[in-house]
Each structure stands twice: as C-alpha cells, then as structure tokens.
C-alpha cells in the first residue's frame, strides 16, 4: 500500500483554503440607507454626522421636522458604545424607540410611564451593554438605581455619544426652560464628558451661547450660519441650517372679536382641507371655541390638560390617523410627527417667538403647501403677562414655600399641594404654575427630595437649606424682564409689515 503523499497540490487534494475578506465597518451612508432607508443625507445632516463620529461636539439649530434625529442616531449607530438621548417628551421616547426597535436597532427607554418591574427589567439590559441608544429625561439621572446601572453600562461598553433633544430647555433664558437641564452639564461630566451634540429648532443666539455655557463646551468663535457648517474650535461646531420652511405661508390676521376669530378660524381650514390644528392659550376659551364651532355644525377634536389620559390618547391616534382639526393647548404636537397638516392657527397670541415658531413648523413636513396664521387680538396680551408672572416665583415666594415646607410638614403631607396652594396663591386666580416651577428649582438645588416608594407627588422631605441663587430678588428680576421682552418680540413680529420669514431669520442670527 502507498503510503500517504506529503504533496498538497497533487491530483485529489483539497483546494486551498479561501482567505476571507475582513468586513468593513458600517459606513454612515450604509446606515441611513440600510437602517433607516434613506438614498442620501439631506441639508448638512452628513456634516454633522462625520463631525459627531470624528469626536467632535455639535450644537444644530434646524427647523422641525427637517431629520434632526438621524444627525445623531446614525453616529449611534456607527460608534462602538451606548449613546445616551436627553429628551423632556415622554410620548416621543416610545414613539422614537418603537420606531427604532422595529428597525432592529436596540434601542428603549426608561421613564416614569413604565411600572417598577419594566423599568428594573431595562435597567440590567443596561447594565449588561445590551442597549445601543438609550432615550431619558434628565430627572432620571437623580435615580441612584439608574445610575449604578449606567456607571455598568460605561465600564462594560462605554458611553460614547451624549445627544441632547430639545436643548432650549437647557438656558433659563430660552422659552421652554426645564430645571432638571440645567444640571446636564454636571451630569455630562459625571459620564465622562463624552462626546456630545445638542439639538433644537429654536435657539436666539443668547440662549445658544448658553447651551455652550451649561455644557462645559467653548463656543466657536464665528459661524457661518445658515451655511451648516462654521468654524472649529476645540472640536466644537454649531450648524445653524436657518429656519426657512418654503412651503409654509405665514399670515396675520388682525380681530376685535370672538365672531371675527371664527370666521377667520373657517376660512382659512376652508382654504386649506385637511389637518389643522388651532391652539388657544387657555382652556376655558377653547372650550368656548368648540361650542361656537357645535353650533355650526363643524366637526372638530378638543385636546388640553383637563382631558384624562386616555381621552388625550384618544384624540392623538385619530388626529394621526385622519383629517382632523384639532382645538388645543400648545402641550398638543409635541412628539407628533404627521407629515400632513395643511393648517396652524393661533387664536390667541404665543408667549414668545421661540414658541410661535416650534409650533407651526409642525405643518407641512411633507412638503406640500400649509398656512399658518396668528389671529392677533391685543387683549390677548394681558393673558400671556398672566402667564408671565405665574411662571416666575419671585425671592419672595421662595421664603414663603420653604417656611411652609419646614414649619407645616404634617399638613402638605395630610392634604398635599392643593392645601399648598391655598396658603401661598390668591384663590382667585385661575391657572398659576409658580408652586410646580419652585418645587422643581428645589429638588433642582438639593433643597428637597421626594420621598422614595413611588408616592404621590407632594409627599417631600427638606434636606437642606434655601441657597443664596433662590434668595436673590436681583436675579429673578432679570428673569421676569427677559419673559416680558420675549412677549414684546411677539407683538414686534404682529406688527411688521415685511418679510415674516425674514424677521424669523434675523430673531434667530441666521441673517
């Protein structure tokens, strides 16, 4: 018998073994097409993206409904570890992740929405480096639970991207400001300062150096704004797309009565079939509105914060799902994204421009022509300074909710924040927010802390005494005035006379 050959290329034996090709990283192009399946980047949304992959941080100001998220979740995508989304909009964080998940990226949430055991469950999926982008407010960092399971996460993957949504709510001097954002920064240095991009659609140039500010992050030097791009500085960027939306028609309409408003409100949901949405300031005059509309015969969904929660869900699928005019309060449209609505109006003049201009950019994301109209009635005036002063506990108030809150513990805890209110608000107004605003600048400070156990809200614990920053009159002067002058602007954009586009343009520095 022959013995075995030593030859390895003789007749019958085996091919040579094929050297494979080592794969090639995703490639961001790859990503939005096979993922998100998007052909190609629109406006600077790739310059943003290569900036973000490159480590560098980026504040973008684009209008809504231009593609903001995919500027940092393709960087997700394409960088090695867990991207953590700051947004204040519980009902967008299930629809972004939902809409993730069924993509196949591995994306969730952890809210106050989920029940302890869900969010116990997402916490060790954490933990265990299991969660690619992971979307929170930022109350949530103050939950000792979530942040042993992302000091895990960052030791077992590594946390390598910080996306901040709606990040006006950062600067005490934007329209929309939210106490719990004014810690992001300590937070973003707790995570390691990680690369991070900050996104809104509405941003003065005040507010923008503020978001800088907050951040730890040097502001570029110059920009070149509108041009998505500007100079780098300390690899940080902002691309300011400008806030032109060509499609969107914008008009006044000056009124002296509710009769006038409702004409206007019919002629121009006439003009323009299909979806609208026309926002009041106050519920009460909504209501009004929806009678008024009864009695024509013209069908109409009401949505506003005296609706229960299963109401106000009810009302948002079949405003999705149709061509609906919806009355409501401004809180209707966050985290609504349908392409389609033709009409906005105001029947009741905004707080401020910053407002005014998030809340029509939600029309005509399709595309296709929409109309948005203010309905400008002076004596609305007096309801926004309302607003105003509702909103803005002074050093005074301060005094007054922390003597309550050390000297009648028993009673707030027996009777809760109505009984609060009672003591510290003149019983004759309506709607005054300085209580929930005070309380959240409290625990902001340390001053306070809810008690554990998932009670009611109310329930408080003081831990510490009231800062110098609450006790200065100066200060919350300053704050006021910046609210009224923002109420002003709004008045100054009712009266121009020229290029309502224009006038948008040169509020936000973009011209």
């Known amino acids: ?106 994306a969730t949430f952890i809210n106050s929405s989920l029940d302890r055991q869900a969010r116990e469950s997402r916490s060790r999926d954490v933990a265990e480096g299991k969660v690619k982008l992971l979307y929170v407010t930022p109350e949530r960092f ?43 920064g300590q937070w973003r240095d707790w995570l390691g300062n990680p690369t991070t991009i900050a996104l809104t659609a509405t941003a003065t140039p005040q507010v923008q150096d503020d978001i800088f500010a907050q951040l730890n992050l040097t502001p570029p030097a110059a920009d070149a704004a509108g041009q998505g791009g500007g100079s780098n500085s300390g690899g940080v960027r902002r691309f300011n797309r400008g806030i032109d939306r060509p499609n969107l028609s914008l008009e006044l309409h000056e009124t002296w009565s509710d009769e006038e408003k409702l004409e206007a ?44 929660a299963r109401r106000r869900r009810q009302v948002q699928d079949t405003f999705m799902q149709g061509d609906e005019i919806v009355l409501a309060t401004n809180a209707f449209g966050m985290g609504i994204d349908k392409a389609d609505i033709r009409t906005i109006t105001h029947a009741e003049i905004p707080g401020s421009v910053e407002s005014y201009y998030q809340e029509i950019g939600r029309s005509g994301r399709d595309g296709q022509p929409a109309l948005c109209t203010l309905l400008y009635d002076e004596r609305d005036l007096l309801t926004q300074m309302d607003f105003i002063r509702w909103t803005n506990p002074d050093a005074d108030y301060y005094e007054r909710l922390y003597h309550h809150l050390a000297h009648d513990a028993e009673s707030i ?18 709607f005054d927010g300085r209580l929930d605003t005070a309380l959240a600048m409290l625990e902001r400070h340390g001053v306070i802390q809810a008690e554990q156990h998932e009670l009611p809200r109310g329930h408080y614990e003081l831990v510490g005494t009231l800062p110098e920053a609450l006790r200065d009159a100066d200060r919350f002067a300053e704050k006021l005035e910046a609210d009224q002058l923002r109420l002003y602007d709004m008045v100054e954009y009712a009266k121009h006379a020229g290029d309502r586009k224009a006038f948008f343009n040169r509020y936000f520095g973009c011209g």
């Not at 009004?288 to 009695?295: G, K, N, P, T, V």
Request: charged residues 25%.
């Open 1 to 106: 018998m022959a013995e075995p050959s030593d030859r390895r290329d003789g007749p019958g034996s085996p091919e040579p073994t094929a050297i494979l090709p080592i794969p090639m990283p995703p490639t961001p192009a790859s990503i939005l097409r096979e993922t998100f399946g998007h052909a190609g980047f629109q406006g600077m949304q790739e310059d943003v993206v290569q900036h973000v992959i490159a480590g560098g941080h980026a504040l973008v100001l684009s209008p809504t409904g231009s593609g903001k998220s995919i500027c940092y979740q393709v960087p997700a995508l394409a960088l090695p570890g867990m991207t953590i989304v700051l947004s204040p909009l519980i009902a967008l964080m299930k629809d972004q992740v939902d809409a993730l998940r069924a993509k196949g990226v591995a």
């Open 142 to 184: 103050r939950k000792e639970a979530f942040r042993e399971a992302v000091t895990a996460a960052r030791q077992r993957v590594g946390i390598s991207l910080l996306a901040i949504d709606e990040a006006h709510c950062i600067s005490q001097w934007g329209h929309d400001f939210r106490p719990d954002y004014s810690r992001v």
């Open 265 to 308: 409100i019919l002629e121009r949901t006439a003009r323009l079939p299909g979806s609208g949405i026309v926002y009041f300031t106050l519920i009460k005059t909504l209501e009004r509105f929806s009678d008024l509309l009864a009695a024509r015969n013209v069908e109409h969904l009401c949505y506003h914060g005296k609706l229960d």
């Open 413 to 430: 805890q027996a009777f809760g924040l109505d009984w609060l209110r009672e003591k510290l608000h003149d019983r004759r107004r309506g």
